[in-house]
Every structure is written in C-alpha cells, then in structure tokens.
T-cell receptor, first 113, second 114 residues
Framework: AQSVTQLDSQVPVFEEAPVELRCNYS??????LFWYVQYPNQGLQLLLK??????LVESINGFEAEFNKSQTSFHLRKPSVHISDTAEYFC???????????FGQGTRLTINP | KAGVTQTPRYLIKTRGQQVTLSCSPI?????VSWYQQTPGQGLQFLFE???????NKGNFPGRFSGRQFSNSRSEMNVSTLELGDSALYLC?????????????FGPGTRLTVL
C-alpha cells in the first residue's frame, strides 16, 4: 500500500528566509501528488498538485514543488517566507489501487520575525 | 459558490454514546470523503461516497459508518464512543475522481469524548 513520509514534523525559519518541506512516497508507479495547507482552526486547502507534464508545479502564493520520480519525492519549496505562511503542510499521494488519498503526517511551519 | 459546511463545529460526548456528524458539499460535487485527524495519527481516511454509494473505506472499526443522500449531503455516525475517538473530523468534497480531483475541505467537527 502507498505511504507518505514527511521527514520533518516541525520546521522553524526566519521571515524572508527560504524553506524546503520534504515529502517522500513509497511507490514509483503512476501517482498524482498534492500539497495541502491547513491554517490554524481551518480545514485543509489545496496548495498545488502534480498530475502529469512538467515536473515543477507552482502555486499562486510563491510555493513550488518538484516531482522527482527516481527519488520518489515531491518536496515543497519557497524562496522567501512570510509570517502568513505559518501553517501545517500536508503532502498527499493518490493511491490508484485503493482509489484514495494517502496523507503524510504533516509539517508544522513556524515563521519567526 | 459556498464552500463545504460541517455541522456541528464542536461536540462533547461521553463514552458509550453515539454521534452523527453532517457534511454539505459544494454544489455540483458528487463525492464526499471523511477523514479523522489526530495529533498522533495525522489524517486518516475513513470512507468515501459517490452518488449515494460507498466507493472506498479505510481501516476503521464498524462503529464508524456513513451515508450519502440524493442531494450529495453526507453524514457519518460513530456508535459506542471511545476516548480515542476524540479528534477533528474533516469532510471533503470533489467532482468525482477522488485520486485526481482537488479535494475541498470543510472546517471540521471537533469531537471530544469524555
């Protein structure tokens, strides 16, 4: 069965610094990959997704993620973070066999001024 | 379009009771999925409904059940509540192909079992 590993449970960074949130999944068969963000006291919302085509996908608020099939990774990056990026970030992979989304444990991003 | 709504937002129950949570999807969405979110286990998939049929189910005991109505609204029920059922329960709706479509999440129902 598909599994997702987010290597860091918490990532503290200073404002305007770059950040990378790491995500690895277990299977190299055809997958769809997602990053969701959860702001305090809210549900999850889609940040970006990879379905096919270019391996680099971008969100409207400056995040990007790169699909690396050989390393089964889908790391999330932002060159300069803002206080408003403080949230929990979840990587998710579609498990085509079971037809469901499998989520990682989440990474809590804390931005310090 | 209105987003996904969940009611109630907060619930406090005691062990042994049962509870019903409700989810109204975005208009036009036919798929509704339910997730349990806890600090220790993260987000775990409960089940997914599409056009009133359960298409997929996670690894939860039979005390957890759900249904979907003809207007796509969904309910989940937990019977004989246990302390470990305390969690944030999230529902998400999508157009239909769960593995490719964007999931739109509601704010969740926070269930506390005493």
């Amino acid at each position: 069965a598909q599994s997702v590993t987010q290597l860091d449970s918490q990532v503290p960074v200073f404002e305007e610094a770059p950040v990378e949130l790491r995500c690895n999944y277990s299977s190299s068969v055809s997958v769809y990959l997602f990053w969701y963000v959860q702001y305090p006291n809210q549900g999850l919302q889609l940040l970006l997704k990879y379905l096919s085509g270019s391996t680099l996908v971008e969100s409207i608020n400056g995040f990007e993620a790169e699909f690396n099939k050989s390393q089964t990774s889908f790391h999330l990056r932002k060159p300069s973070v803002h206080i408003s990026d403080t949230a929990e970030y979840f990587c998710a992979v579609s498990d085509l066999g079971a037809q469901k989304l499998v989520f990682g444990q989440g990474t809590r991003l804390t931005i310090n001024p | 379009k209105a987003g996904v709504t969940q009611t109630p937002r907060y619930l406090i129950k005691t062990r042994g009771q049962q509870v019903t949570l409700s989810c109204s999807p975005i208009s036009g969405h036919r798929s509704v999925s339910w997730y349990q979110q806890t600090p220790g286990q993260g987000l775990q998939f409960l089940f997914e409904y599409f056009s009133e049929t359960q298409r997929n189910k996670g690894n939860f005991p039979g005390r957890f059940s759900g249904r979907q109505f003809s207007n796509s609204r969904s309910e989940m029920n937990v019977s004989t509540l246990e302390l470990g059922d305390s969690a944030l329960y999230l529902c998400a709706s999508s157009l239909g192909q769960i593995f490719a479509d964007t999931q739109y999440f509601g704010p969740g129902t926070r269930l506390t079992v005493l």
